[in-house]
């Protein structure tokens, strides 16, 4: 006979169990409110009173509040009582892919999918400054729509992680998806790891089994430093020519994101993938098929922006600080300021204001610019994101965050030359003392 489902501080009702880690257990959950169902992650505070469990416990929380995008597990929010912590977490109704592959072989359509939505997922995260580590069919989920959804975060590194050498030092992962430096126990680059964790993922979808598979450990590690893996019949002559790209064991020549997106089979996946999201809108707008394709309307379409959640908005206020989980050295690397302005306005305002300053505008995308300084620094030039959220029609919030570079430098920019310059299209900065009652009523 089941236990009946015990409620969570009157707005969550917590349900069967659906998984359990070292020091977590993760329940299926409702909310009572809307009645969405959410994943609730409890984290019992007696297991993670060593450091490295509670940093690991931040770093998780840290990187989930960064990496806001429709391929990764959403956080909705956060909250604790004396004994434990509760992440509120996207529920994800299609599981593991893990058991999606066992149970049965996917075509190279399918297998393709979801290659594309974890590149596009690890990239993001890459120009956030984070660097997941732990990339494996186990850590990847599917939502009811049966799209991917990157789970996991919990051995993620961030920028600031790196050492002197720019390089990351700590040897984490699973065996048979750890890339040769890992194996080799050197100092490593944190996207070159993931792009070798996304080239296993990438045989198992089409393959069904590991590439470098053996039961004995160091033979699988030495079939892993020479790079050594056989296709087996039938596998696409384009995957696994982009395959020996991402699984070469020399870390200074492995394939980049950048260059998977640009390959060959990756892009004829993506031709398909357009000319079926054509046929599509055909079929949905028949008074459209016979026109002249023109745009019935010479207008920019607005931007379309990412939406922010409860949480998101909640966080920013002072009253409701979350310094002391997520550490001092976000604040220093990342601003933030609300705008009554229309998006189309500020996004003219951030070009004006990058060529005023010579920012190099390297990347933009809908409602994100990505800059890079225009000289080199201490720790080399900055790169700068910056970002528009839709609060509501009428009200943004843009947030700036370094990337890379020196902080002391950024920090510098952002005082000195973005402040005064973005002026007349701010309405408030975070922290400023009109900044409460902003969030809370704005």
């Known amino acids: 006979m089941e236990n009946k489902p015990s409620i969570l501080t009157d707005r969550y009702e917590v349900g069967r169990l659906l998984g359990q880690g070292n020091f977590a257990k993760v329940f299926y959950g409702r909310s009572i409110h809307t009645n969405e169902s959410v994943a609730i992650k409890m984290i019992d505070k007696e297991k993670i009173k060593k450091p490295v469990h509670s940093e690991q416990v931040k770093r998780e929380i840290s990187v989930m509040s960064l990496a806001k995008h429709p391929n990764i597990v959403n956080l909705h929010e956060v909250m604790a009582t004396k004994t434990k912590i509760y992440l509120i977490l996207e529920y994800c109704k299609g599981g593991e892919l893990f058991d999606k592959i066992t149970k049965e072989k996917l075509s190279e359509r399918v297998a393709w999918k979801y290659f594309y939505q974890l590149v596009n997922a690890v990239d993001f995260c890459h120009s956030r400054g984070v660097y997941h580590r732990d990339i494996k069919p186990e850590n990847l989920l599917l939502d009811e729509h049966d799209n991917l959804k990157v789970s996991d975060f919990g051995l993620s590194a961030l920028a600031e992680s790196k050492g002197e050498d720019g390089l990351l030092h700590t040897a984490c992962g699973t065996h048979a998806y750890v890339c040769p430096e890992i194996v080799n126990r050197e100092a490593y680059d944190g996207t070159k790891a993931d792009v070798w964790a996304c080239g296993v993922v990438l045989f198992v979808l089409l393959a069904g089994y590991l590439p470098f598979y053996d039961s004995n450990l160091m033979d699988m590690y030495t079939k892993i430093g020479k790079g050594q893996f056989k296709c087996p019949r039938g596998f696409p002559v384009e995957a696994k020519r982009l395959l020996c790209k991402m699984l070469d064991p020399n870390h200074e020549t492995r394939i980049t994101m950048s260059r998977i997106k640009e390959s060959s089979w990756f892009r004829k996946g993506l031709h398909l993938k357009q000319k079926r999201q054509q046929a599509r809108e055909v079929?949905?707008?028949?008074?459209?098929?016979?026109?002249?394709?023109?745009?019935?309307?010479?207008?920019?379409?607005?931007?379309?922006?990412?939406?922010?959640?409860?949480?998101?908005?909640?966080?920013?206020?002072?009253?409701?600080?979350?310094?002391?989980?997520?550490?001092?050295?976000?604040?220093?690397?990342?601003?933030?300021?609300?705008?009554?302005?229309?998006?189309?306005?500020?996004?003219?305002?951030?070009?004006?204001?990058?060529?005023?300053?010579?920012?190099?505008?390297?990347?933009?995308?809908?409602g994100l610019f990505k800059l890079e300084g225009g000289k080199e620094g201490r720790k080399g030039r900055l790169l700068i994101d910056a970002e528009i959220f839709e609060v509501a029609e009428t009200f943004h919030l843009v947030e700036v965050k370094k990337c890379s570079g020196d902080t002391v430098e950024y920090q510098k920019l952002v005082e000195e030359d973005l402040r005064p310059a973005l002026a007349d299209i701010v309405w408030v900065w975070q922290g400023e003392k009109e900044d409460d009652e902003l969030v809370l009523h704005g």
Do not use: W
């Not at 939406?307 to 989980?325: V, Y």
């Not at 705008?339 to 951030?350: F, G, H, Q």
């Open 283 to 366: 079929n949905n707008n028949p008074m459209e098929a016979g026109g002249s394709g023109e745009s019935q309307s010479h207008e920019s379409p607005p931007p379309n922006l990412t939406s922010l959640n409860a949480f998101d908005i909640i966080s920013l206020s002072s009253g409701f600080d979350l310094g002391g989980l997520f550490g001092d050295v976000y604040k220093k690397q990342e601003s933030k300021f609300t705008s009554r302005k229309p998006a189309s306005e500020i996004i003219c305002k951030l070009e004006e204001v990058a060529k005023g300053l010579k920012l190099k505008i390297r990347k933009q995308e809908a």
